[in-house]
């Protein structure tokens, strides 16, 4: 016998939740879809029809306490929140994680100077508060909030630049890394840049969240962005919803995180965007042989410069050696393959350049904190 479920949430959502939760429409699960942008009127006497077993949804200030009113006692996913409500088991990925990632990036540019731009909201609040954490104190991030940008619709671009935002933008210190808490605020950003003439990424490099590719993708210039792994809080939502309707006693006191992607580097910011020369060399030389077996030295030999001098440089601009840059930028490829493929871990330390996949392990290990394997199943 099959549950009918109610997923009610906006298209973007559904867009981002449905191939993970298409197997579970072979595991007895019916959904049935229905826009969170219905009049409230529309959606009472639509679930009131319905009945429906269980309740999928996103959560949006001013909507999601009155959608938990009309089904209460019915089994409830809230997806996109940490918040918690009785009975509900709520999803969401780690926000404060989301700015450790976009100020990472950032400061692997070289950069000095640092702002957000937020929206508001508690997961911008949260996000924000994750990137100044991961700049630390010693370094100053200036903070602009764009009230009223939530009221546009997500896939929309046509708002102009407050007067507000161009005053901000005007008098912080370039060059700067800015840090949008999602990926429709990084294309507005995008845009008041290009208006005033502010070059983007060289006086100002911008990385947005969610790596929306429908945003990122129409952006100009593209914009870089930190990944969410939506099928893997998808897969969590379907099967909390299967332990709701399985009556199965779990815990329901604590939100259900999972943790981000890296950041997904385009136009917008990149570590190519240095005056110096011989950096844009070595970057370009590196991010061209990830693969490849190669090595400082041969680097050094190849581009014929002195090691000392790139090692002093690498030091005084991106604050790593040469050796660590190459690190990074294998793990980022690495994540990317491991979230978006099927390849064995051996073939994706192949793929990225480590002799054996031990040594993958272990580099990515010490970058991310956690073993490939594991990454592998939180996204």
Not at 10 to 30: A, G, H, I, K
Request: glycine residues 6%; proline residues 7%; charged residues 25%.
């Amino acid at each position: 016998m099959s549950h009918q479920v109610a997923i009610v949430m906006s298209e973007v959502f559904l867009r981002r939740l449905t191939p993970s939760l298409m197997p579970f429409v072979r595991r007895d699960l019916d959904f049935r879809v229905m826009s969170i942008h219905r009049p409230q009127a529309e959606l009472e006497r639509l679930l009131s029809e319905l009945e429906p077993d269980g309740l999928i949804t996103e959560w949006l200030p001013d909507k999601t306490e009155s959608l938990l009113e009309l089904v209460l006692g019915t089994p409830t996913v809230i997806v996109d929140t940490d918040f918690q409500y009785p009975g509900v088991v709520s999803v969401d990925v780690d926000d404060e994680a989301v700015g450790r990632e976009a100020a990472r990036a950032l400061q692997q540019s070289g950069l000095r100077h640092f702002a957000c731009l937020g929206n508001g909201q508690p997961y911008s609040d949260q996000r924000i508060q994750g990137f100044i954490d991961w700049v630390g104190p010693g370094a100053s991030v200036t903070v602009h909030t764009e009230s009223g940008f939530e009221d546009t619709r997500y896939s929309e671009s046509f708002v102009q630049p407050s007067r507000e935002l161009r005053k901000w933008l005007i008098e912080l210190p370039w060059p700067v890394g800015i840090f949008a808490v999602h990926d429709p605020l990084g294309r507005y950003l995008c845009g008041a840049c290009q208006q005033l003439g502010i070059k983007v990424p060289d006086e100002v490099a911008v990385i947005g969240a969610n790596n929306d590719e429908l945003v990122c993708g129409l952006t100009h210039p593209m914009l870089s962005s930190v990944s969410i792994p939506w099928n893997a809080i998808g897969e969590v939502v379907g099967e909390s919803m299967q332990g709701l309707l399985a009556r199965e006693k779990k815990d329901l006191s604590m939100p259900r995180i999972v943790p981000p992607g890296g950041v997904i580097l385009r136009h917008s910011a990149n570590h190519f965007s240095v005056d110096d020369a011989m950096l844009r060399r070595a970057m370009s030389y590196l991010s061209d042989r990830l693969q490849d077996p190669v090595n400082v030295t041969t680097l050094c030999s190849d581009l014929r410069i002195a090691r000392r001098t790139l090692e002093r440089k690498f030091k005084e601009h991106y604050r790593c050696t040469p050796w660590e840059m190459l690190c990074q930028l294998r793990v980022n490829h690495a994540k990317r393959l491991l979230a978006e493929t099927n390849h064995p871990i051996s073939l994706v330390a192949e793929l990225c350049g480590f002799n054996e996949p031990e040594q993958m392990t272990v580099v990515f290990k010490r970058l991310t904190g956690i073993p490939p394997s594991k990454f592998r199943r939180a996204n």
